[in-house]
């Protein structure tokens, strides 16, 4: 049941449109970044700018929003997704291309992205339990005191999301946007300039600025990304839900770095791949909320027999996540595969 439920919209207040505008979005939807055969042409730095300032372009745009820092009604929910994706995107592409950045600027765009992102996941956890993973529950199981539960809920929600807006509307979060466009060399008008970009190393610091050293350092990242799934990819059933969550981080990497370096993955090998990726991730994400919801039903104020059950069930959702995980996983290539779908330089 909990794997047919979709992301239900959280409500935006008529603010909104104060708040944040569209035009990272619509600037999202100009920039089209070149084939993968140019990709493979390309020098690491050129490469690294323009998916930094594609990426960049999903920021939404953030106006003077002062008196709306408590409110995250007023802060539109597409706005907050596409936060959520460009520090992923750029997170996974600080990390990939680190070899071509300057260390303390490195520390330092690592650090504030991680803040943001921690900053978004309360609200995310907070909404899913609200919107998915207890109604889901509230259909069989009508004799819980859900008035209780709604009431936690609420409060947990509204902390959460309170504490997403002061940081989505703080000045810490202003200067994170303009520091990435500084390290990067994006301009105003969403065009870059590599020469410009003040975080990235000297050439001779580098493991090198032609095409085929970014293409050897992409199959090394691809081969770690992939060894680092073992052996926890193939005995999912002796995992608890902690080292499950660490499992799923490492499939979230390997994923976001193929997805990153796709010009280096063969056509035939990358789709599946990529969809095998996708799977495992999104069932151990189910695993997460339900292990989330459990932890969560321990401080509301129901009856033990209550909890007990809701308990149970969280339980078994679990279990089935997890089995039907296991089997996605077992989709994977093994190594000869996977060195057969990298391109060559």
């Given amino acids: 049941?909990?794997?047919?439920?979709?992301?239900?919209?959280?409500?935006?207040?008529?603010?909104?449109?104060?708040?944040?505008?569209?035009?990272?979005?619509?600037?999202?939807?100009e920039i089209a970044l070149p084939s993968s055969a140019q990709m493979r042409r390309m020098s690491a730095s050129r490469l690294l700018v323009m998916h930094a300032a594609s990426a960049l372009a999903?920021?939404?745009?953030?106006?003077?929003a002062g008196?709306?820092?408590?409110?995250?009604?007023?802060?539109?929910?597409?706005?907050?997704?596409?936060?959520?994706?460009?520090?992923?995107r750029l997170r996974a592409l600080i990390d990939i291309y680190s070899p071509w950045l300057k260390p303390r600027w490195h520390r330092e765009l690592v650090a504030e992205l991680r803040w943001l992102g921690h900053s978004m996941g309360p609200a995310r956890d907070a909404d899913v339990l609200t919107t998915e993973t207890l109604p889901a529950l509230r259909l069989e199981y009508p004799e819980v005191d859900w008035i209780a539960v709604d009431a936690h809920l609420s409060k947990v929600r509204?902390?959460?999301?309170?504490?997403?807006?002061?940081?989505l509307t703080s000045d810490r979060q202003r200067a994170l946007h303009g520091l990435l466009r500084d390290a990067f060399g994006v301009q105003d008008n969403g065009?870059?300039?590599?020469?410009?970009?003040?975080?990235?190393?000297?050439?001779?610091?580098?493991?090198?600025?032609?095409?085929?050293?970014?293409?050897?350092?992409?199959?090394?990242?691809?081969?770690?990304?992939?060894?680092?799934?073992?052996?926890?990819?193939?005995q999912l059933a002796m995992l608890d839900t902690e080292q499950l969550h660490a499992l799923r981080v490492k499939i979230?990497?390997?994923?976001?770095?193929?997805?990153?370096?796709?010009?280096?993955?063969?056509?035939?090998?990358?789709?599946?791949?990529?969809?095998?990726?996708?799977?495992?991730?999104?069932?151990?994400?189910?695993?997460?909320?339900?292990?989330?919801?459990?932890?969560?039903?321990?401080?509301?104020?129901?009856?033990?027999?209550?909890?007990?059950?809701?308990?149970?069930?969280?339980?078994?959702?679990?279990v089935n996540a997890t089995s039907r995980a296991a089997h996605a996983l077992c989709q994977l290539p093994d190594a000869h595969r996977l060195e057969r779908g990298m391109r060559r330089a």
């Avoid at 999903?58 to 003077?64: E, M, N, S, V």
């Avoid at 870059?192 to 095409?211: E, Q």
């Avoid at 081969?223 to 990819?233: H, M, V």
């Avoid at 010009?263 to 035939?268: A, E, N, Q, V, Y």
Wanted: aromatic content about 6%.
């Fill in 191 to 234: 065009t870059t300039d590599a020469r410009a970009a003040k975080a990235l190393r000297r050439p001779s610091r580098t493991p090198g600025k032609r095409p085929r050293a970014l293409a050897k350092h992409a199959h090394n990242v691809l081969r770690e990304r992939y060894i680092e799934l073992f052996p926890d990819c193939r």
């Fill in 158 to 167: 509204s902390d959460a999301r309170a504490q997403a807006a002061a940081a």
């Fill in 58 to 64: 999903q920021w939404p745009a953030l106006t003077d």
């Fill in 1 to 29: 049941m909990l794997r047919n439920m979709t992301r239900a919209p959280l409500a935006a207040s008529a603010t909104s449109s104060e708040v944040f505008s569209a035009a990272g979005a619509r600037q999202a939807e």
């Fill in 252 to 318: 979230k990497k390997a994923r976001y770095s193929a997805e990153a370096l796709t010009p280096w993955l063969r056509k035939s090998f990358r789709s599946p791949y990529h969809e095998t990726l996708r799977t495992a991730q999104t069932l151990l994400g189910h695993i997460n909320d339900a292990a989330l919801a459990q932890r969560a039903l321990e401080d509301m104020l129901i009856s033990m027999e209550h909890r007990e059950t809701l308990t149970g069930r969280l339980d078994a959702i679990i």
């Fill in 67 to 88: 008196e709306y820092v408590a409110h995250i009604d007023a802060i539109p929910p597409e706005a907050v997704h596409q936060l959520r994706i460009a520090t992923r």
